[in-house]
Structures are given as structure tokens and as C-alpha cells.
């Protein structure tokens, strides 16, 4: 990859904590393989499509990469509730990611109620096409109770993980706890594969739409010196 295409852009106020200042370091990469993905994931980078980020804020280390690993989890009581109601009544299809006039309904659902419930941003629901398109294959996740579409997730199988890109569902169904069943069942999948760990993306203390990444234990996050540590938040 050319690191030429390597940018950070202007401090801005902070999405996830209001009082604090983000700047975010990007880079394009559309020739990217998944190899070469693993080894920058384990560094602290996420991506979108063929963007690549990770935060370079210059007095903020709330963003923590969090991962857990397969073999030492241990679903809490509240996430075994989760999984066990919604085995025997939700069926997941994964395929390659498309869009349809149903995918692009309930995107715009649940991009709506987080900006009446959560304070998001109103234009957060403009980037679904980063989802779609992908510098390798991504496998894309849909849920249904019966034929009616619940909730789609997007998750790159690596190397050495799954990692959770993103995940949107129907907010009259969040008594499921579809966040929860959706986690669930990609650390369920990296068992089955082999993997050794679930890459969940960057948890923030105090930020209602990412601390629930945090619930997932036993957990590691990223240290300052580039290597994972257990971590409980």
C-alpha cells in the first residue's frame, strides 16, 4: 500500500464525548488485502470501504481497540438471556453485501432513532455505500424473524479474527437486544472457524453507542506500546 495517501485531518468537536476535541488520521486503501488488514487492525486501524482510520487526538485516549479472545469467553447472564431467546426465532444469512429498498429502509430507521435517542449526528445516515463496497471480500449478515429483515451486520473474515464492522436493526426490535445477539453469534462463528479473536472496534467510557463493547469478557484493548493487555472496564 502507498503510505503517501496517508492524511490527518483538522481537530473538530468530538461524536462520541461532546466536551472533548477528536482528529482522526485516515488512508486510502483500495488495494488492501486481508492480510495486510489483520497486521493494521492489530495496530489500532478500523476502516470503512477503502478507508482506513484510527485517532491521532492530540490530549484524548478515550478510544481504546477492544478484542476478545474466543477461547477465554464467558457470556454474562444477561447476554446468555440474549442468545437464548433469539436462536430458536431469528434466522442470519450471510452473503456478499448488496443493497436493497429493504436494507435501505431500516438503515434509515435506526439511523433516526439515534438521532432522536442518542443526540448522532442528523446526517449519519449517509454512508451505508461505505459498507458495500470493500478492497476484499466482506461477508455481510442479515437477520430475519421469518422473511421480514431485522438486522444486517458486515464483518471481515481475517486471517486471524472476525472483526465487527458495523451493524444496524430495526429499533421496534431492540427488546431483542439485537447488539448483543449480533456479538454473540460472531464470536460464536470465530469459534467454529478457528479463529482466535473478535476485533469489536474502539471503546469509548462514557459513550452510550460504544461502551457496550466493554461487557464482552474476558477482553484485551491496545496498550500504548502497541501490545494487547486484559482489560475490565
Known amino acids: ?3 503517501d495517501l496517508t492524511f490527518t485531518v483538522p481537530p473538530s468537536p468530538c461524536e462520541y464525548l461532546p466536551d ?3 482528529q482522526l488520521r485516515y ?34 485516549r478515550m478510544c481504546q481497540s477492544v478484542r476478545v479472545p474466543v477461547d477465554t469467553f464467558r457470556p454474562r447472564e444477561s447476554q446468555r438471556r440474549a442468545w437464548k431467546k433469539n436462536q430458536a426465532a431469528i434466522t ?9 429498498a429493504e436494507k435501505l429502509d431500516l438503515f434509515a430507521k435506526f439511523q433516526q432513532h439515534g438521532h432522536e435517542a442518542k443526540g448522532w ?20 449478515w442479515s437477520y430475519y424473524v421469518g422473511d421480514r429483515l431485522i438486522g444486517v451486520g458486515y464483518v471481515d473474515a481475517l486471517p486471524e479474527g472476525l472483526s465487527a464492522i458495523y451493524f444496524y436493526y430495526d429499533p421496534a426490535e431492540r427488546h ?11 464470536i460464536a462463528s470465530a469459534r467454529q472457524r478457528g479463529l482466535p479473536h473478535v476485533y469489536l472496534g474502539y471503546y469509548v467510557e462514557g459513550c452510550r453507542s460504544l461502551d457496550y463493547k466493554g ?16 482489560f475490565v472496564p
Not at 488492501?32 to 478507508?51: H, K, N, Q, T
Not at 449526528?121 to 455481510?140: C, K, S, V, Y
Not at 431483542?176 to 460472531?186: A, D, F, P, Q
Not at 484493548?221 to 502497541?226: D, E, H, K, Q, R
Open 121 to 140: 449526528p442528523a446526517d449519519a445516515g449517509e454512508h451505508l455505500g461505505l459498507l458495500l463496497e470493500n478492497p476484499f471480500r466482506t461477508e455481510e
Open 92 to 100: 442470519l444469512r450471510i452473503a456478499t453485501p448488496t443493497s436493497s
Open 215 to 230: 461487557r464482552f469478557r474476558p477482553n484485551e484493548v491496545l496498550g500504548g506500546a502497541g501490545s494487547w493487555k486484559p
Open 1 to 3: 500500500m502507498n503510505r
Open 20 to 22: 472533548r476535541v477528536q
Open 176 to 186: 431483542r437486544s439485537l447488539g448483543t445477539y449480533n456479538v454473540m453469534s460472531i
Open 27 to 60: 488512508e486510502l486503501a483500495p488495494g488492501m488485502r486481508p492480510a495486510e488488514y489483520m497486521d493494521r487492525l492489530r495496530e489500532g486501524w478500523r476502516r470503512f470501504g477503502y478507508v482506513m482510520f484510527r485517532p491521532d487526538c492530540p490530549s484524548c
